[in-house]
């Protein structure tokens, strides 16, 4: 390996844990000053998500301006309940995003591993899907920026994982070819199968130790459960 692309969210952060205490939360700090029952939206958020999140072409077409796809996903829970309070969707939309980045956290080993491989002088990228006011933000806040020769963000790219562009982009800048690079992430779409389309080692971390989905044809080259194990 003369070179490494990582992840973002649930590799390097810890971004997925909390999602329904922040949901809950959000809804009973602002739906009881507008008379609102919280439970019952609260219930209406859950297919809403779904329904939001399970379609790949809305799922890449939103996930670039975050705060407008939770706003967006509120609105659709509240037409499940009756009238729609544009702003009050807004209010809960705003402090969810509060809520989540104040429970985001790197992973524990994240920066000793990222200080281990820069003291071997191996080229690091980081390779991100997303909004890149939010993605900027917690680079920036966790101290990450320093560690990387490269930064690929979807929304200030043009595209994102797992277009074959974003890895080509971040081999051309670090000088590397594919079959010297690894690439590491949750995503077995877009970090795993996106990176062996173009020649690079994909590498998935499976944190939980739940296996391989039964109906994913995606193999990993590697699978750890931390990023020690690099």
């Known amino acids: ?36 029952d919280a439970a019952a939206l609260l219930e209406a958020l859950r297919p809403a998500r779904r329904w939001f999140w399970d379609d790949p072409e809305r799922h890449r077409r939103e996930r670039v301006d975050m705060l407008g796809a939770w706003r967006k996903i509120v609105v659709h829970a509240m037409e499940r309940l009756g009238p729609v309070d544009p702003d009050l ?35 690091l990228g980081l390779v991100t899907n997303g909004d890149v006011t939010f993605q900027r933000d917690k680079i920036d806040r966790h101290g990450l920026g320093a560690f990387f020769d490269v930064i690929v963000i979807e929304s200030e790219f043009g595209v994102g994982k797992p277009d074959e562009a974003v890895y ?41 130790a739940a296996g391989l989905p039964a109906d994913t044809l995606i193999r990993p080259d590697r699978i750890i459960r931390s990023l020690k194990e690099l």
């Open 89 to 123: 969707a807004a209010a809960i939309a705003r402090d969810f995003a509060t809520r989540r980045r104040a429970r985001e956290r790197l992973f524990p080993e994240a920066l000793d591993v990222l200080e281990t491989f820069r003291r071997r002088g191996l080229p």
């Open 1 to 36: 390996m003369k070179a490494l692309l990582l992840d973002l969210d649930d590799t390097l952060l810890d971004y997925s844990s909390g999602v329904e205490d922040c949901w809950s939360a959000a809804c009973v700090s602002c739906c009881g000053p507008a008379g609102v």
């Open 168 to 208: 080509r982009h971040a081999l051309d800048v670090l000088r590397t070819s594919a079959p010297d690079v690894c690439m590491v992430g949750d995503n077995l779409v877009w970090d795993v199968e996106g990176a062996q389309r173009v020649g690079i080692t994909g590498i998935w971390i499976d944190r939980d």
